[in-house]
């Protein structure tokens, strides 16, 4: 046996830390995203095949902080599933306003808003639109509808401070 107590100087209260699951997909609808980081990746499968990794982070008001993930395909054995990589890397390139992507280091830094769906268990990426006029009112499921308000309320509620990526 191992003393836990001994090591932390005392019990471990579960009562005292946050058990929240962190891990779990949010609910399908449109998120305002931050891409954190971006590498180009070896597939693990076959190195010759390349793809774009993105990390992103929910920028709220709901799940923010949460992280999203997504792979593009750019180089891939298989055509079709090159085709749809570099298509959706496209759709993010334009919801970001870049002309053109020569490096990974230009999605850095750069938010867009997403529609989530849940597949597998996971939040997928099924579209990618840009930021206009702040962050997206979410839609989310019905045990989250009480969280969304009126057109007409929000377009009376105070200017909000603008985001970084806001110009």
Do not use: C
């Not at 891409?35 to 709220?60: C, F, H, M, P």
């Not at 099924?126 to 045990?143: D, L, N, V």
Request: aromatic share 6%; charged share 20%.
């Amino acid at each position: 046996m191992s003393n836990i107590a001994g090591v932390l100087g005392g019990a471990l209260n579960p009562n005292e830390h946050d058990t929240t699951d962190n891990n779990s997909p949010v609910p399908p609808g449109e998120y305002a995203l931050l891409i954190e980081k971006a590498e180009l990746r070896d597939s693990q499968k076959n190195s010759a095949n390349k793809y774009v990794w993105v990390q992103t982070t929910i920028t709220g008001p709901s799940y923010a902080g949460r992280k999203v993930f997504n792979n593009f395909n750019i180089v891939n054995s298989n055509p079709e599933a090159e085709r749809i990589g570099r298509a959706d890397l496209a759709k993010l390139a334009i919801a970001v306003g870049l002309p053109a992507v020569q490096d990974t280091s230009e999605l850095v830094g750069k938010a867009f808003v997403a529609s989530l769906k849940v597949k597998d268990g996971d939040n997928e990426i099924k579209g990618y639109k840009p930021i206009s006029g702040g962050a997206p009112q979410q839609q989310a499921p019905a045990q989250h509808a009480q969280q969304a308000a009126p057109a007409t309320a929000q377009a009376a509620a105070p200017a909000k401070k603008k985001m970084p990526w806001e110009k």
